[in-house]
């Protein structure tokens, strides 16, 4: 047992008296390739060099030395002060101090090896050296240096003149929308992408102050796919990053609307989220292998939160190196009505269950008699006066001083008074259609007296009736005849209930038809205030008005 | 001209008056149907621009001119006024900050509120929409008496009782004006407050109650009426006007060509979504420079 204990504490003082450090070098770099060992004719290639250490008690310094074979330079521009470079008759030099951080660390670099004109072809060495205090080590990478690959086209015309002082990849073209394989589909428009509503999402978000619904399914279905062909006249190697911004035509502004995949780790949540630090932007990074006209199908992610429909260009930036290429398309974002296309949906679904109850509309007039028919006439009448008048010429006049808002004041009439009329003629005559019927009524007094026959108001009304006679049916108001206050005001409440569900339909139906727009907090404004709170209310007002109309009735 | 006379079409031309009740509502209905299709500002103005001639050549009194403009830009301002606010495309300028989006709760919920410069030139073209219905509505009111527009619908077979129904609230309709008349008159004198007991909308909230009862009274009153002559049950007398055939060509050639205009724009809005069809490809094209 003591001699176990000992060993272990030998052990340990070992580990800590002596750091581990492995050298790691790959030439030719490729970022998405493994095992590749040719470099090209005249291109430019990584070399990729990485220290690990573990242990270490205290940052330590080490050294790095390239060793390169003749004609072999390496792109230091913007780095020199980081690699010293020292050529010599049959090769070049460069070195490069590190600080390696203490306990564990990795360091590491990418250095372009740009391959000059007249290197004889063959197998060729890179010799890296790393030394740290008392510890070294040593790769020898071995590579062939083979025939340059051929040019495409355009290239090898001329078009694009190659400066041997530069890197010369250059941005060919752009094309978007392309599925994830990068084809182009003829029948899907040039520059449309097109993004799902996500208005009711949008509106939950602002509250809980998230960003879209789901990051997941945000980055797992990316909005569009855009292809992206270069050009590499060098075959040069390379680690490139793509960003992709909309800017706003008029400003040249970068506008917001694309967002960058990023992960949170695993100790803070998992899954997709949207990455903090690059907000506006789609970015990626791309590498060039050696191809000289690489393709590159990239993803484009949409903030739906934030993204407003229209007309854009869409930015791309390539860069690396210190070098940056631009190009710009325009870009039409369009956005897939959804929840519009559903309302009307709705909407036609009513209608046809309007029109095929409408026999029972009918005998629900021979139900209430004569009387009954006059009275909801007269209702209607009053209806047709005080509601739908006042709101058509006082309405517009309303709307010069509150705009959109004048709704909240004709809403004390269409919430309010309407609801008032309609609770206490159920309470007259308590049976089902006798709310169709004044729907019917008023809606037709309307088109004869305003000329109000448009599909809209057909729709309406019918969304109208559906549903507020299937709220009055399922909730047991036709059954249970002898109901008392605390029923009532549940009646109510779910009368008001019903009316904002009305309310967000017919509006979603008026945004689709009329092309306009409505905030999401309006529409939730307005669905609480003439919704839920005025029908209520009108609905409580009713049922009083009502229980004294019915002592009139057996005057 | 009183508000009765505004309403009344003894002034129209008599080529407006003498048309059928269901080529009115036909026309109406299915221009309703071209208003909502059509997305090309040019063609929109161009269907505004026919409601306004069909009201030259209807004869429209100066006085109608008159209302016919306020309404319309009435309309026309509020449609502005709200897409200013609630302008959801690119590009768009704000003009002015109503709220900032960091002005406390009204900011977090609107997430800031503009009145942007797009925003108003885009409400009065998608506003030409609705003026354009309202126009060519208060053309057929002003032209027509509510009975030929009844007549219509009883012709394509309206329910005799629900036809009675609206004539009953049409016909009861200057009678229930005057009875709220007489109950805010009582009210008025009733009123045991000394400031303000003229002012209508102090006793607004109390007129229903003693409206509506007067309603059931007289409800009452008609059922007995109505039921002793046997007229509630009875068959409406279907013998309406004569439906020229002029008329009936023009309704049905109207109808086929909405019925193109529509499927064009249905079968464009689809090739957006991939349903796109090589032999359509003219129809896409003319409905992309027209619709």
Known sequence: ???????????????????????????????????????????????????????????????????????????????????????????????????????????????????????????????????????????????????????????????????????????????????????????????????????????????????????????????????????????????????????????????????????????????????????????????????????????????????????????????????????????????????????????????????????????????????????????????????????????????????????????????????LLIMSLLMLFRTPGVLSLMFVVKFMLSGLMFGHFSPLGVLSCCVSIVVLEATLYFSGFYTNTHSKGNFMVLMCFLLGLADAFITFVNLEQMMFFYRLYYADWYLALYMLINGVLYSSIGSWLGYKTGMKLRQVMGE | MSVRQLWEGTDASPWIQKLNGRTKLIVLFLFAILTITIDNPRSLFVLFTLTLLLHVAAGTSIYKWKVLAMLLLLGLWGSMFSQALFFAQSTRTPLFVLIAPDAGFLGTLTGGLYVYREGILYGAVQGLRSASMMSLGLLVCWTSDPRQLLQALIAWRLSPQIAFMLVTAIRFLPVLAAETGEVITALQLRSDSHSGRTAVIRHLPYIAKPLLARCLRRAQILALSVVSRGFFLANANRQSMVWDWREKFCCVTLSVLVAVIVSSKISYLLSEQGFYFGVLRQAYDWTKLYL
């Open chain 1, 1 to 419: 047992m003591r001699i176990l204990l000992l060993v272990l504490l030998l052990v340990s003082y070992v580990q800590v008296a002596c750091a581990v450090m492995k050298l790691e070098a790959k030439y030719p770099y490729h970022l998405e390739k493994q095992g590749v060992h040719t470099v090209y004719e005249e291109s430019t290639v990584p070399i990729y060099v990485n220290l690990v250490n573990f242990d270490n008690a205290a940052p330590v310094e080490a050294t790095v030395k390239i060793t390169l074979p003749q004609g072999f330079e390496p792109l230091t521009e913007g780095n020199e002060e980081k690699w010293q470079v020292v050529r010599e008759q049959d090769k070049t030099i460069a070195t490069t101090k590190w600080l390696l951080p203490e306990d564990y660390g990795q360091t590491f670099d990418l250095l372009y090896l740009e391959a000059q004109e007249g290197i004889a072809l063959g197998e060729k060495q890179v010799l890296v050296e790393a030394q740290s205090g008392a510890w070294q080590d040593s790769k020898v990478l071995s590579f062939t240096y083979a025939a340059g690959q051929a040019a495409p086209e355009e290239v090898s015309k001329g078009k694009k003149k190659v400066d041997r002082k530069k890197f010369n990849w250059y941005i060919q073209s752009i094309t978007f929308p392309v599925d994830s394989l990068g084809l182009k589909d003829d029948r899907a428009e040039d520059g449309v992408i097109y993004v799902r509503d996500t208005s009711l999402e949008g509106f939950r978000n602002r509250m809980t102050g998230e960003g879209a619904t789901s990051w997941s399914s945000v980055f797992n279905h990316p909005a569009a796919h855009l292809l992206l062909e270069l050009r590499n006249p060098q075959s040069d190697v390379r680690v490139l990053k793509f960003k992709a911004e909309l800017v706003d035509k008029n400003t040249g502004e970068i506008v917001p609307g694309l967002r960058t995949a990023g992960k949170v780790s695993d100790d803070a949540e998992q899954g997709w989220h949207g990455n903090d630090e690059e907000k506006n932007e789609t970015t990626a990074l791309i590498s060039l292998d050696g191809n000289k006209a690489p393709r590159f199908i990239l993803p484009l992610y949409i903030d739906y939160l934030n993204i407003l429909e229209g007309e854009y260009n869409l930015r791309i930036t390539i860069s690396g190196n210190g070098q940056e290429k631009l190009h710009e398309a325009p870009v039409i974002i369009a956005k897939k009505h959804s929840i519009g296309l559903l309302a009307v949906g709705f909407a036609f679904v009513c209608l046809l269950i309007v029109l095929g109850f409408s026999y029972k509309i009918k005998n629900c007039i021979y139900r209430v008699g004569a009387k009954g028919a006059i009275t909801v006439a007269l209702f209607a009448a009053i209806a047709f006066g005080g509601i739908t008048l006042p709101t058509t010429i006082l309405g517009d006049l309303l709307h010069v001083f509150l705009g959109p808002f004048s709704g909240l004041i004709t809403g004390l009439l269409n919430g309010v008074l309407h609801y």
